[in-house]
């Protein structure tokens, strides 16, 4: 039986550990990178020098999409590629979703379902908002948008160790479809309707572990950690629900699992963007060396809570920090005093 065929947009070290899930669950995996350089690297190495781990046959590296036009031979390529695929898995950093999109959006057809794999806001700087992913996406694309989330480390899920997310769809047969895609023996999704709050968990438990960060680089102590998460998940819970989506969603992989690895393991970006931050080292620098997604959307979420009109005392905390000049750790003890028991 044939391959089905599944391209991935990003080679970043999720979107490589995403492409060789999918390898496993007898996909054949395209690979598109944005620049040439990148392209050039992957074909000849065969392998991701980031994730330490071999390409396998099945895996195709694609056309670059940076700055593409019609009418040119990489374009040609990059529509035969696209035509022939199930699924799009988007695996772009949340900063480059409005103008991946726009260089996509005549190669997408909307008959192919397109799965998140980025967690993020969106920050919209002319209009001083934020949104999220599928709703930058809804702009450009009339396609059925999925959602996958879960806790798992690029690194892992790239050697094949089990891991497991939350699938989220609008419609449950094209869940079932995109289900059947990843599901393999060491990748297992578990699917709800919630591609909303699946979104958001993914989005701000980046912004939560930030936070946790903060405790550890101040060496304030595992209780205080252990009172900031918990006031965090509470905000999240209540964000969640004013974009439309549901607590209950926060009991599953997308959420409190996701958001428990993410801010209390030591391998996680924002975590450590976090610690070295309340170690006092300089904000611009980590954010050129760190890609910590709680950085980009910590500014979408905090306008967003106030547009919402609700409380998020944890996620103005992280944005008076990395944007406003506080100091982090007078910020976590007004945090603590203005706490609700």
């Known amino acids: 039986m044939a391959s089905r065929r599944v391209v991935v947009v990003g080679t970043g070290a999720w979107g490589t550990a995403l492409g060789l899930a999918l390898n496993r669950a007898g996909c054949h995996v395209t690979l598109l990178p944005k620049f040439p350089d990148e392209k050039k690297a992957l074909q000849s190495a065969r392998r991701s020098e980031v994730l330490n781990v071999e390409f396998p ?9 940076d700055r593409i036009s019609e009418g040119t031979a990489a374009y040609d390529e990059l529509f035969q590629v696209m035509s022939g695929a199930e699924a799009v898995f988007w695996a772009i950093p949340v900063p480059y979703t409005a103008a991946t999109a726009q260089e ?17 806001l969106v920050w919209d700087q002319s209009k001083q908002q934020g949104r ?4 930058e996406l809804q702009t450009v694309f009339e396609n059925q948008f999925c959602a996958l989330s879960g806790p798992n480390f690029a690194n892992e899920v790239a050697r094949g160790e089990f891991a497991a997310a939350t699938l989220s769809s609008f419609d449950v047969n094209v869940g079932r479809d995109v289900a059947a895609l990843i599901n393999s023996s060491s990748f ?9 709050g699946t979104q958001v968990a993914g989005a701000l438990k980046n912004v939560l572990a930030i936070a946790c960060g903060f405790i550890s680089g101040l060496d304030m102590g595992q209780n205080t950690k252990a009172v900031i998460f918990d006031l965090g998940l509470s905000e999240i819970i209540a964000f969640v629900q004013k974009c439309g989506g549901a607590a209950t969603t926060l009991l599953g992989l997308g959420g409190i699992a996701d958001m428990s690895m993410t801010c209390f393991c030591d391998e996680s970006r924002n975590k450590t963007f976090g610690i070295r931050v309340g170690q006092g080292e300089s904000i611009e620098a980590l954010s050129r060396t760190i890609r910590s997604e709680g950085f980009y959307s910590v500014r979408p979420a905090y306008f967003m809570a106030r547009n ?34």
């Open 132 to 135: 999220l992913i599928s709703e």
């Open 57 to 65: 046959e099945k895996l195709d590296i694609g056309p670059c999409f």
């Open 308 to 341: 919402f009109g609700i409380q998020t005392p944890v996620i103005d905390a992280v944005y008076n920090v990395l944007f406003c000049g506080c100091a982090p750790a007078p910020s976590i003890r007004s945090l603590l005093k203005g706490a609700q028991a």
């Open 104 to 120: 996509l959006k005549s190669l997408i057809h909307h008959s192919i379902p397109i799965v998140i794999c980025s967690k993020g």
């Open 188 to 196: 297992r999704v578990y699917m709800n309707r919630d591609v909303v």
